[in-house]
């Protein structure tokens, strides 16, 4: 069997800037408790529990502490709402922003769009931190994560408002395809859609450097954490290229694979954004050994 590494691998530069930013909040000489992220840090268990065994600790938004005094607290790089930015000030926390800097722009663009009187349309998973941040910079926009609910939920607008101005902004991670069709299904609405571009380039070149490694080879592994948004989307763009594919967080997962990947001549290796460099040389080191 052989091998081949995706051109494109390793932390993307908000994940890398977040989790710098944690540890230089943590004490080198040892575990401090004083330090917290507002919700998870970035979507991978390992550099998660790494961080918690230093003394990062995660607040749960639905249970914060009365006063959080003496606290520091590190906003998550998938960005948080202004509301609970603001909440977290008047509990005395001190703050450090992680917001992936892409985020970020993408929120004030947001809330630029909807003060301008434009109808706003998002593009994303409903459930996603970075969606829900959006929506709070952007007050009565429109989730939508596929042509055929944005095609309705462009009809409803229409009939509600048949002079809107419309315009998309996606999230960051979503795929660039799935976005301009998402685009499209709202286009045959309302012709002068202002579309954002808004996918982040690191996002675009990792996936555009899987879809070239799934030329090359028979069945991909996908190296990234479970609940992160770009893991996904990377397992499911090689499935829609008509590749098996598996997503595995451990090295101990990818060796359990060594039956189902025994039948390949040649196996791709790709990475969420997230996928420190130490958990894709440990799940590489499992591949070149089978």
């Keep these: ?32 408790r004083d330090v917290r992220t507002m919700g998870p840090l970035i979507h991978n268990p390992g550099v998660l529990a790494s961080l918690q065994s230093r003394g990062l600790e995660i607040l749960d938004e639905e249970a914060l502490p009365p006063d959080l005094g003496g606290l520091t607290v590190i906003l998550r ?9 603001e909440e977290l000030r008047r509990r005395h926390a001190t703050l450090v922003d992680a ?13 630029s769009l909807v003060e301008a009187g434009f109808s706003l349309f998002i593009a994303g998973e409903k459930q996603h931190g970075e969606v829900a941040g959006l929506r709070a910079y952007a007050p009565q926009s429109l989730v939508v994560s596929d042509p055929a609910e944005a095609s309705l939920a462009a009809a409803a607008l229409l009939q509600e408002k048949p002079g809107a101005r419309a315009a998309l902004i996606g999230q960051t991670t979503i795929g660039a395809g799935e976005y301009d069709r998402i685009g499209e299904a709202i286009r045959r609405y309302f012709p002068g859609l202002t579309l954002v571009d808004s ?8 996936q555009e450097a899987l879809r070239e490694l799934c030329s090359r080879v028979d069945a991909l592994v996908i190296a990234g954490g479970r609940s992160s948004s770009n893991t996904r989307r990377l397992v499911d763009i090689a499935l829609s290229l008509g590749k098996p594919a598996w997503l595995v967080e451990t090295a101990a997962e990818t ?25 894709i040389a440990e799940i590489e080191a499992v591949l070149a050994a089978l």
């Design 1 to 32: 069997m052989k091998l081949i590494r995706a051109r494109v691998l390793g932390f993307c530069m908000g994940v890398r800037r977040a989790v710098e930013l944690a540890e230089a909040e943590l004490s080198p000489s040892g575990p401090r």
């Design 255 to 279: 060796g359990a694979l060594a039956a189902g990947l025994a039948g390949f001549r040649t196996i791709g290796l790709s990475a969420g954004a997230s996928t420190p460099d130490s958990d």
């Design 199 to 206: 996918i982040c380039p690191a996002t675009r070149e990792r």
């Design 77 to 85: 790089a998938h960005g948080v709402s202004p509301s609970l930015e």
């Design 99 to 111: 917001t992936c800097p892409r985020v970020k722009k993408n929120q004030l663009e947001a809330r």
